[in-house]
């Protein structure tokens, strides 16, 4: 009863801002010219569909050179198809962007990147591990972008003059970071909603982290609203029933990526999280202030990708 209340509150409360009704009003308030990224290499994870699908389409209608990476072939293939004569400008990776092996050869191989966004993200109801060992949504959502990002820097792929962009979720306002819940051990542990909102969390700690390094890439984290994807779809279906008419498409979803790239607005001392070309709060509930830091975050992330060889 408790958790069915709390869920009438959050919903509540957002309906508004992260519905396609919200989009609309936020971001005519902020026009922009065309986005020009002619020149610019950019990679996009969890490229094959939904919002890494919109990302990917907008940035090389832009004019960017773009590495799609998702682990679909079939929808990989169709992307380049929908690409139509911009196709000659993608490169798509077939990856498992939940080993963070798989992730380190890749970035090791990498060319140098303007542009990288962290879009890959699963909510898993049911508790499954990975080949590695890790919690698969726990490895998808946090630990492989972790790996791969610091893989990128460290062959010189990604440096002070590129940008990171993590797509995180409005989950994120219902969760205080906890790195003991961030990978549940086994079954009896695993809550795929609350995992799904502590990964969301850990992504605003860690783009803090990424900012305070002055020798890395800025970083900004952003959250689409809610976008009518496969993984809404899959994951909540009962709230995609009630809400589907006023939810946004995955165009409407990437916009502010695709925004963040073009101004390169300064990261803020005082963080945020960016929605319709807004920098919004962290925290619309105090309940979510107090958690982990950003060093505790990236300590624990190093030791947990140190252990998987």
């Known amino acids: 009863m408790l958790k069915t209340l709390a869920s009438l509150v959050f919903y509540g409360r957002f309906l508004w801002p992260f519905s396609a009704l919200g989009h609309r009003r936020r971001v005519a308030a902020r026009p922009a010219p065309p986005f020009d990224f002619r020149g610019q290499r950019w990679c996009v994870t969890g490229a094959s569909g939904g919002i890494g699908r919109a990302i990917v389409l907008g940035a090389l209608r832009g004019g960017a050179e773009v590495h799609a990476l998702a682990r679909d072939a079939a929808k990989l293939d169709a992307l380049r198809r929908d690409a139509g004569e911009d196709a000659r400008r993608l490169h798509a990776v077939r990856l498992d962007l939940s080993r963070v092996a798989d992730a380190r050869t890749w970035a090791a191989q990498a060319p140098r990147f303007d542009v990288l966004v962290h879009n890959v993200g699963v909510m898993l109801h049911a508790h499954t591990l990975t080949s590695e060992g890790a919690e698969t949504s726990f490895a998808t959502n946090l630990l492989v972008p972790f790996a791969m990002t610091q893989g990128l820097r460290e062959a010189g792929a990604l440096d002070a003059g590129g940008l990171v962009v993590s797509v995180s979720s409005g989950g994120a306002y219902g969760a205080k970071l906890d790195l003991d819940a961030l990978e549940a051990p086994a079954p009896a542990q695993h809550d795929g909603f609350m995992a799904y909102a502590q990964h969301k969390r850990a992504q605003i700690e860690l783009t803090r982290a990424w900012n305070a390094d002055p020798q890395g890439p800025r970083a900004h984290v952003m959250h689409p609203g809610w ?83």
């Not at 963040?260 to 105090?286: K, M, N, Q, V």
């Open 227 to 309: 976008v009518d994807t496969e993984g809404v779809r899959s994951a909540l279906p009962g709230f995609r029933r009630v809400l589907r008419r006023v939810l946004r498409d995955g165009t409407q979803g990437a916009d502010t990526v695709l925004w963040l790239a073009a101004t390169r607005p300064e990261p803020s001392a005082g963080g945020g999280i960016w929605l319709d070309r807004h920098r919004d709060t962290e925290h619309a509930f105090a309940m979510t202030r107090g958690g982990a830091s950003a060093d505790a975050l990236v300590a624990f992330l190093r030791q947990r990708a140190s252990s998987i060889r």
